[in-house]
């Protein structure tokens, strides 16, 4: 998988689960893609959360919780700063600046540095398919299941 094809599974739309580590959080959240630099993630656990979404598009955050809708700064919530976070990391992944990407036998790993902190992103090399994010400085862990190209 060479650079283009990164870029090519970036900008693709996408749904997958994911495990969430972030902080002092555990979470399960459908994360959802349609179009590039923007992405919705739908709690379902823990039960504090579930049902929660945050839809974040270009700096911009809309929360709804049970059909009540509102608009947000991202980095006012936890579920904001994680749709940000990973609508920051995948964007930074695409440009052709600023980034690495390295086969290793496992995975190819896409690194670079946006606003949270430097980010580690391992795609599936056969399907490009996303299978974790991590960016430490910011405590956020992310485990992909069943990701899914729409």
Same mark, same amino acid.
């Given at each position: 998988?060479?650079?283009?094809?990164?870029?090519?599974?970036?900008? +693709? #739309?996408?749904?997958?689960?994911?495990?969430?580590?972030?902080?002092?959080? &555990?979470?399960?959240?459908?994360?959802?893609?349609?179009?590039?630099?923007?992405?919705?993630?739908?709690?379902? +656990?823990?039960?504090?959360?579930?049902?929660?979404?945050?839809?974040?598009?270009?700096? &911009?955050?809309?929360?709804?919780?049970?059909?009540?809708?509102?608009?947000?700064? #991202?980095?006012?919530?936890?579920?904001? $700063?994680? $749709?940000?976070?990973?609508?920051?990391?995948?964007?930074?992944?695409?440009?052709?600046?600023?980034?690495?990407? *390295?086969?290793? *036998?496992?995975?190819?790993?896409?690194?670079?540095?946006? *606003?949270?902190?430097?980010?580690?992103?391992?795609?599936?090399?056969?399907?490009?398919?996303?299978?974790?994010?991590?960016?430490?400085?910011? *405590?956020?862990?992310?485990?992909?299941?069943?990701?899914?190209?729409?």
């Amino acid at each position: 998988m060479d650079q283009s094809q990164v870029e090519s599974r970036m900008t +693709s #739309p996408f749904e997958t689960t994911a495990n969430i580590s972030y902080k002092d959080i &555990k979470a399960t959240a459908r994360i959802v893609s349609e179009e590039p630099r923007s992405c919705t993630v739908s709690f379902t +656990s823990p039960s504090s959360l579930n049902g929660m979404s945050f839809a974040f598009a270009k700096d &911009k955050l809309t929360v709804d919780y049970n059909g009540i809708s509102f608009d947000l700064d #991202p980095s006012n919530l936890p579920g904001g $700063a994680v $749709a940000k976070m990973v609508v920051s990391a995948v964007n930074s992944a695409t440009e052709p600046q600023g980034v690495h990407v *390295e086969l290793k *036998e496992s995975s190819v790993e896409v690194s670079g540095l946006i *606003e949270a902190g430097e980010f580690l992103l391992k795609l599936d090399p056969k399907s490009g398919n996303f299978l974790k994010l991590s960016i430490p400085a910011s *405590e956020l862990e992310m485990e992909f299941i069943n990701f899914c190209p729409l």
